[in-house]
């Protein structure tokens, strides 16, 4: 069973701060659990799925990550009793979490902790924001007063989004 923590390198609602949660990427099983007791941990979803009577009575907060091919609707049931969902960026170029984050606000109207893991940027913070993320653990290679400057790259945005509903146009009346 691989148990990490996910990095110091933690942006949560637009400051710096240590991080409490710790990753499962392989490895998990039932049985293993209780060795986790006490411990705030982000599970796969596929493990959610197929444990969460087990996950459920045990000690300690337990988020969820999606990768992102996977679909937030599997979570429809737990939803609001999940205190982090996690949502993987593999790869750069890989945006479908952009739109996953969108969904779990608009659509099903989550208020927890939408956390951006993988391969999280400077360039896509202030972007991630607008769709709903609150939490970004940024890649190794990255500066973290540089990524906190990026929030304040644009002053204003035109189109509607998760952190402004209204467009500009409707602002400026």
């Known amino acids: 069973m691989e148990t990490r923590q996910m990095t110091n390198k933690l942006i949560k609602d637009g400051a ?17 659990l209780p060795a986790l007791d006490g411990m705030d941990i982000i599970v796969p979803l596929a493990f959610w799925l197929a444990q969460k009577s087990a996950i459920q009575s045990r000690k300690g907060n337990t988020g ?8 937030p609707a599997a979570l429809a049931d737990d939803i609001h009793a999940i205190p982090v969902i996690a949502l993987n960026f593999p790869e750069f170029k890989d945006g479908r979490s952009f739109s996953t ?4 606000r608009q659509r099903m109207g989550y208020q927890g902790e939408v956390r951006a893991i993988g391969d999280v940027l400077r360039d896509q913070l ?5 769709c709903g993320f609150n939490a970004f653990v940024l890649r190794d290679d990255q500066d973290m007063d ?28």
């Open 16 to 32: 710096a701060q240590p991080d409490s949660w710790y990753l499962q990427s392989s490895g998990l099983t039932a049985e293993s």
């Open 64 to 71: 969820v990550w999606l990768d992102s091919h996977e679909l």
């Open 101 to 104: 984050a969108r969904e779990l």
């Open 126 to 130: 202030f972007f991630m924001r607008r």
């Open 146 to 173: 540089a990524a906190l400057a990026a929030f304040n790259d644009f002053h204003d945005a035109y189109q509607p989004a998760i952190d402004q509903p209204l467009p500009l146009f409707r602002r400026r009346q």
